[in-house]
């Protein structure tokens, strides 16, 4: 994936603070065993969520999209004490690593895996959650958010990862699903008077929402 100039990418990286020692390893073992590790959230996409998560110090985060745990484990990095992550994911080999480096982190009692289709999933949940990350398949983004805000607290932010799709959402000749599923989704988020959200350029695209009404 390359959307914002490796150069630009790597200097950033480089001049932030530096990776976490396990998440370097998380990473490096993403690559090795999963496929499309381009999903992991990385280095400075995780720190940005980590000072998201410190500046908002939520009680409850949920995050839709477990992949590997490198994102869910940089958020638990910055929680405060008490405060939980509930996570969702259906793919077995994902839980499988996820519960490994989780475990490995010591954060077990941090971060809980849900386990089955996040369509479903989440409207088993109850919230409220004060933070809440989608970074799950493109094309049910729009049901994800819905039922995000309905257990979203009164103060709380949604990110949603991918939104600018490494430049795609911008040929009119891609129209793949994923591709057709965030453009109608980035013009719903941006024309509905009920939601205040601004698209950040960090990495493949976070956009941060909150709710007015």
């Known amino acids: 994936m390359e959307f914002i100039d490796p150069e630009i990418e ?26 499309a590790p381009s999903m992991m959230v990385g280095h400075l996409e995780g720190m940005f969520l980590e000072m998201l998560v410190f500046a908002l110090s939520p ?8 992949f590997s745990g490198y994102s869910s484990i940089s958020m638990a990095k910055a929680l405060k004490p008490g405060a939980v ?17 989780i475990k490995e ?23 409220p959650y004060d933070f809440i990350f989608i970074d799950a398949d493109k094309s049910s983004y729009e049901h994800y958010l819905n039922h995000s805000l309905k257990l979203l607290s009164q103060n709380g932010i949604i990110a949603v990862d991918n939104t600018l799709w490494s430049k795609r959402v911008l ?22 008077p ?19 009404n």
């Not at 992550?85 to 480096?101: P, Q």
């Not at 982190?105 to 949940?125: M, P, S, W, Y």
């Not at 009920?194 to 007015?212: E, F, H, M, P, S």
């Open 10 to 35: 790597k200097y950033a990286s480089e001049n932030s603070t530096v990776e976490d020692p396990f998440l370097k390893d998380v990473a490096k073992i993403t690559r090795e065993k999963l496929d």
């Open 85 to 101: 992550i509930d996570t969702l994911d259906f793919d077995e080999k994902h839980i499988h690593y996820a519960k490994k480096h």
């Open 194 to 212: 009920n939601l205040r959200a601004v698209i950040t350029t960090v990495r493949d695209g976070v956009t941060l929402i909150r709710k007015v």
């Open 171 to 192: 040929d009119p000749n891609d129209n793949t699903e994923d591709t057709v599923a965030l453009r109608k989704f980035n013009q719903k988020v941006a024309e509905n």
């Open 59 to 66: 009680n409850r985060v949920l995050e839709i999209g477990t």
């Open 105 to 127: 982190a010591g954060l077990e009692h941090v971060i809980f895996i849900h386990e089955g289709d996040a369509r479903t999933t989440i409207q088993n949940l109850t919230g």
